[in-house]
């Protein structure tokens, strides 16, 4: 069967990652490397070399004619790429978020839609089996459930270049927020109706519009609640950055990330997928009011690291293409979740309660 030829956009962690993923697996080759400074000749040396290099998107389209393009660049151009990318007729993956606003998003699955390509969200827990588990394990606590979860880095050196250059176009909880929306709304399959959200400007690196510390909540139509953190930063606290919780009336479930949380390297991409343990707690009680069942540790003998999951990722891209998947659920989501994070965003601005 013949390879699906793929442009690589963007050459940063995540390019990177897809780009070897690429390299690695039967059935992708990659046919043009793109990015505007000196991260392609990089990741060119780190695939071994001999790969086209471009510095314009526009021009690397037109030249290398791929099947495929993979875009992992800066929020504020993945609507422009995927649709350019759609009309000539490639297939897309594109790093969540899917566009840098909700009409952008929704033109860009309309233009897949169009075309007949396949549209794939870089949702990257979606193929992480310690977070699938978790999700099903939270719909089995009956309802309402209280969902806590927060992901904040006290980023420096290269990390906070990349978050700083993040912020021209999104916030914290909109760029990382749309992870754990996507979450919440697989855990309770409920319509989520109302968010509230608050954030703080630590810095004066950034633009004045935005912020680099930001908490959201969520209220669903089921009566579950949630709640999400984001902070970037080299001022940022390490204490407690990583919380994966969730309670329903019949216990709790959650990710324990003890090695990472211990490592103090918060801004560390493979420690925000390394899951380590999930622990479920049982709220029955015994006629002493004692618990009646001992708290249980599941260590998933499949825990796979950054790359692993990135190469997941790309088989479940491949499988799109080849078997013709029905990703309209797929696209929905990727919008959906995108605008509740911009709700949340509009919250944080305003001051106000926002409903969906």
Not at 4 to 24: E, F, K, P, T
Not at 28 to 39: A, L
Not at 120 to 137: A, C, D, E, K, M
């Amino acid at each position: 069967m013949k390879n699906i030829r793929v442009l690589v956009v963007g050459c940063g962690n995540m390019g990177a990652s897809h780009a070897q993923a690429y390299q690695s697996l039967d059935g992708f080759e990659i046919c043009g490397i793109v990015s505007r400074g000196n991260s392609k000749e990089l990741l060119n040396e780190l695939l071994g070399g001999g790969y086209a290099l471009f510095d314009q998107y526009e021009d690397a389209l037109a030249k290398t004619n791929p099947d495929a393009v993979c875009i992992s660049t800066y929020p504020d151009t993945h609507e422009t790429f995927a649709i350019a990318a759609l009309e000539k007729g490639c297939h897309v993956f594109i790093e969540k978020p899917l566009a840098d606003t909700v009409a952008g998003a929704e033109r860009v699955v309309a233009a897949a839609k169009k075309a007949g390509k396949k549209l794939v969200t870089g949702y990257i827990l979606r193929h992480h089996p310690s977070w699938q588990y978790f999700i099903q394990s939270a719909q089995t606590l009956g309802k309402p459930l209280v969902m806590r979860m927060n992901l904040n880095q006290q980023s420096h050196g290269r990390m906070w270049t990349v978050h700083r250059n993040l912020m021209q176009s999104l916030s914290p909880i909109v760029d990382c927020g749309v992870h754990y929306i996507d979450v919440m709304c697989q855990m309770t399959r409920s319509k989520p109706i109302q968010v509230c959200a608050i954030g703080a400007r630590l810095t004066e690196e950034i633009p004045a519009g935005n912020y680099n510390y930001g908490m959201l909540q969520i209220r669903f139509e089921d009566g579950s609640v949630g709640w999400y953190e984001a902070g970037w930063g080299p001022m940022i606290s390490e204490t407690a950055f990583f919380v994966k919780d969730v309670i329903g009336p019949k216990g709790a479930v959650s990710i324990v990330a003890r090695s990472a949380s211990a490592a103090g390297h918060s801004d560390d991409v493979g420690s925000h997928t390394k899951t380590e343990s999930i622990r479920i707690h049982f709220a029955d009680l015994n006629m002493q009011d004692e618990f009646s069942k001992k708290d249980e540790w599941v260590d998933l003998k499949d825990e796979p690291d950054h790359q692993e999951l990135c190469n997941r990722e790309q088989l479940y891209f491949l499988n799109a293409i080849r078997n013709n998947s029905d990703l309209a659920d797929h696209m929905e989501d990727s919008v959906n979740s995108l605008r509740i994070a911009f709700a949340c965003d509009e919250s944080v601005r305003t001051g106000q309660v926002v409903q969906l």
